[in-house]
């Protein structure tokens, strides 16, 4: 069959090199892909903001399945999109439609549904300019730190974290009156901190049933210790050794099935992926966040674990038979570290030579923000995030290792990665 993945980062490479191990597949399209996906199939030069677009190729090129990799199609509603047109409609979308997707498109929608199907989250209110007073009020009532969300997408740095109330004030202001996030933070999500350790638990649903994929931990922080500014993700492993079967089993009684149950019970039929972003309190899993879609990079770590054909599973997933497959799972641990540009995540330079790609042994390497300098024909940096070195092995500290040890072997301008991936586990 004819897939086109939408998506251009490490999860979509991720996503690209394993869908095309499958013997199912005829023809892979990544739109708009980067240097590493060119080398998994067909890159399209697609604006993901334009489905109209993304309908003429899917009609030109008889695609017969689109996976949506990252959040803002889904949130803005790529897969009703489809359903509406006579014809692409017959053509499976994976990924959720908008009314699900906004479990991750507005954190407030998200906390409401919590509340309502009893799923443990921390205790929390959200404001807007109309309510600023009140959400200071609120504050006054928790202790520090405290968490302050912007509702809506903000590329994943739309959560602030403050030491102390004054702060904490100020930020909250920041994000009402002068819209630090944009739209974003039209709405703020004031909620108490929670003290634990986290993690991000994945399924598969297909609107009636569901699979759960290896789970994962990433590091958001820019510095050791997990220090400085959030990013997108500096690295992941998988998996992770705190979630034993005790605690996963909570985290299907609690989270798990309430939220298939909740998405039932409201009429919403949910068909991709969720991600539970999890906190560990006590022996206790709290959510901290929905996903409507695979994290990066967590995916960089989980995917590569996944014995199971992908294109198969997505099959399964458009014909609501998730419930006649089995997920099978590498024992083994994946490292996943990501090499970042200097400056990441403020302001960072592009167009860097990639150079030492090929001296990698023993290790995964899923480009992020990188494009082919099409003149020479070499991959150059195209994001804060440019690329991540994947290792297996049977222990952590060996995928570690090996994933450190070929990370120093590619090489540009400005490189940056943290050292300490794991050190908490």
């Known amino acids: ?44 030069e697609l604006d993901l903001t334009d489905f109209h677009s993304i309908r003429d190729a899917v009609i030109a090129l008889n695609i017969n399945m689109v996976i949506v990799g ?57 404001f807007d300019i109309t309510s600023l007073d009140k959400g200071i009020e609120f504050l006054h009532t928790l202790s520090a730190p405290y968490v302050l969300k912007a509702d809506g997408l903000a590329s994943g740095k739309g959560v ?19 819209s630090s996030f944009g739209a974003a933070s039209q709405q703020v999500v004031i909620e108490e901190f929670l003290s634990g350790i986290e993690l991000s638990v994945f399924i598969l649903a297909d609107g009636k049933n569901y699979l759960l994929l290896p789970e994962a931990k990433d590091y958001k922080k820019i510095g050791e210790g997990d220090t400085g500014p959030n990013t997108g993700g500096m690295g992941s492993i998988s998996p992770v050794p705190f979630a034993d079967d005790i605690f996963m089993e909570k985290v299907k009684q609690q989270i798990i099935l309430p939220t298939m149950s909740g998405l039932l ?55 609501q038979s ?20 200097n400056g990441y995540p403020e302001a960072y330079e592009k167009g860097k030579v990639i150079a030492g790609e090929e001296k990698v042994n023993d290790s995964l390497v899923f480009h992020a923000g990188t494009k082919l300098n099409s003149e ?47 050190f908490d586990l």
């Open 160 to 178: 602030i974290i403050c030491k102390d109330l004054g702060e904490a004030v100020k930020e909250l202001r920041h994000m009402l009156e002068d």
């Open 322 to 341: 998730l419930d006649t497959e089995t997920i099978s799972v590498d024992p083994q641990f994946a490292a996943s570290v990501m090499l970042v540009s």
């Open 70 to 126: 990252p959040e803002d199609p889904l949130v803005n509603g790529i897969h009703d999109f489809f359903l509406a047109d006579q014809d692409i409609r017959h053509v499976p979308v994976i990924g959720p439609v908008k009314k699900a997707a906004m479990l991750e498109g507005s954190k407030d929608f998200a906390k409401q549904f919590m509340n309502r199907n009893g799923i443990p989250t921390a205790r929390h209110q959200t």
């Open 1 to 44: 069959m004819n897939i086109l993945l939408l998506g251009s980062g490490g999860r979509e490479h991720a996503l690209a090199w394993k869908l095309s191990q499958s013997p199912l597949l005829t023809k892979l399209y990544i739109a708009p892909g980067n240097a590493g996906t060119s080398k998994t199939g067909t890159n399209l």
């Open 265 to 319: 019970a409201e009429g919403i039929e949910y068909k991709g992926f969720i991600f539970f972003g999890l906190i560990k309190v006590g022996e206790d899993p709290y959510v901290i966040e929905y996903n409507c879609r695979l994290g990066d990079p967590e995916t960089e770590s989980l995917i590569p674990r996944l014995r199971n054909d992908l294109v198969q599973l997505f099959k399964a997933v458009a014909n």
């Open 376 to 422: 020479k024909g070499h991959a150059v940096s195209n994001g804060g995030r440019v690329m991540a070195v994947t290792s297996m092995g049977l222990t952590m500290q060996e995928a570690l290792g090996k994933s450190y040890k070929n990370a120093a072997q590619i090489n540009f301008e400005g490189k940056h990665f943290r050292t300490d991936i794991g």
